[in-house]
């Protein structure tokens, strides 16, 4: 691998532990203000010192990610959707490699719609980025997009399209956790991080998702909604931390976030209000 290329990556996944806490906030690109996410710069930047990188695309990092920080980017560069569509597949490349070179990023994300209408073209999109990538020494990670169809968040599905996003050459997968993972690992020659998906009803629940992913194989989490739509989005992320980067089970995971939190407010007592 080349040097560049190697740097980047370890920027990203730290060496010191071979994990990753991504902190995905790139939701904005077809979902548009996404609750809890209206102010990209009010939600990423009390996070960014407990990131060890940030997805974000060029226009959120442009206005709202100020340039003196040193977390890592993580640069969507894949769009032209959006939540109104039914198909959400119809995805081209949206921001150049020459631009993720002139941003200092440490990795492009794409997402690929495996099984769709547009499987063929948004995988060609992933192959044309991976080519890119090798010129510039950009790493890049695929994502195993499934749109609206969350039901087919199963072990042979994302198999399948973790497997043709390294066959393609990836240096990087983004899936989803799912029972029997360790499968969709074992089936994938390149590192694996998981999605938070949509809230989860408890903090314990995301601490347990986290905890089940790295112990099957997962590198660690690309995770969002479950971060920034908590009411204690710091303690949050460290609690995941612990988890990832020191292998804390899910009661110490627990008690690292109310150790942290400063909210009384949780997800059980905002469903009961
Ligand atoms: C948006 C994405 C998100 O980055 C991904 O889904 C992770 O975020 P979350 O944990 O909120 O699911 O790819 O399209």
Not at 95 to 103: K, P
Not at 163 to 181: H, L, N, P, S
Request: glycine content about 6%; some cysteine; overall charge neutral.
């Amino acid at each position: 691998m080349d040097w560049g290329l190697k740097n980047r990556l370890s920027r990203m996944i730290k060496p010191a532990t071979g994990r990753s806490v991504m902190l995905a906030c790139d939701h904005g690109y077809f979902m548009g203000p996404t609750h809890r996410l209206e102010n990209p710069r009010k939600t990423i930047e009390p996070l960014l010192p407990y990131a060890d990188t940030v997805a974000v695309t060029r226009g959120v990092l442009r206005t709202s990610v100020d340039p003196k920080w040193d977390t890592p980017i993580l640069l969507r560069v894949s769009g032209g959707t959006s939540v109104l569509h039914e198909d959400l597949s119809d995805e081209g490349i949206i921001t150049s490699m020459r631009e993720a070179v002139r941003l200092n990023v440490c990795a492009v994300a794409l997402s690929i719609f495996v099984g769709t209408a547009h499987e063929r073209q948004t995988l060609l999109n992933l192959a044309k980025l991976v080519n890119e990538g090798e010129d510039y020494g950009m790493p890049v990670m695929a994502i195993t997009a499934v749109g609206k169809e969350l039901e087919k968040r199963d072990a042979r599905y994302l198999s399948l399209a973790c497997r043709i996003a390294a066959e393609i050459g990836v240096q990087v997968v983004k899936t989803y956790y799912c029972e029997d993972f360790s499968k969709v690992v074992e089936g994938c020659p390149v590192p694996i991080v998981v999605a938070g998906g949509p809230k989860l009803n408890s903090e314990t629940d995301v601490f347990q998702l986290a905890y089940n992913a790295v112990r099957e194989g997962a590198v660690g989490v690309d995770m969002g909604r479950n971060i920034w739509q908590n009411d204690n989005p710091v303690a949050m992320i460290k609690a995941i931390r612990a988890v990832v980067h020191e292998n804390a089970s899910v009661r110490e995971a627990t008690q690292v976030f109310n150790e942290n939190k400063t909210s009384t407010r949780t997800v059980e007592d905002a469903i009961h209000a």
